[in-house]
């Protein structure tokens, strides 16, 4: 398991609390991202969905560990990797 810079361990998303889950993805994804995962997975919903109900089952998606929630973290991985060592300068 990969270290982070204070010496502790890197949770995996499905980790966490599902309100944790849902603002991160919240403040992570705007509505096209959210469908262009959808397609991604053909979730055949993902264009009849509103932009709740999508963040709402992507959330759910991520709270086990699966195809979906690997990939939705290596995308926030890959979005915020850049500013890993910045935090606690």
């Avoid at 603002?23 to 264009?47: M, P």
């Avoid at 709740?52 to 890959?78: D, F, I, M, Q």
């Amino acid at each position: 398991m990969k270290k982070m810079n204070m010496g502790l361990p890197q949770r995996r998303l499905w980790e966490f609390k599902g309100f944790t889950i849902c603002r991160l993805l919240g403040l992570a994804f705007d509505e096209k991202e959210l469908i262009k995962i959808f397609n991604k997975f053909k979730f055949s919903c993902g264009q009849r969905l509103s932009e709740g109900e999508l963040h709402g089952a992507l959330v759910h998606n991520c709270t086990a560990p699966n195809p979906v929630s690997k990939y939705v973290e290596k995308l926030l991985k890959r979005r915020f990797e850049p500013y890993q060592n910045r935090v606690g300068e």
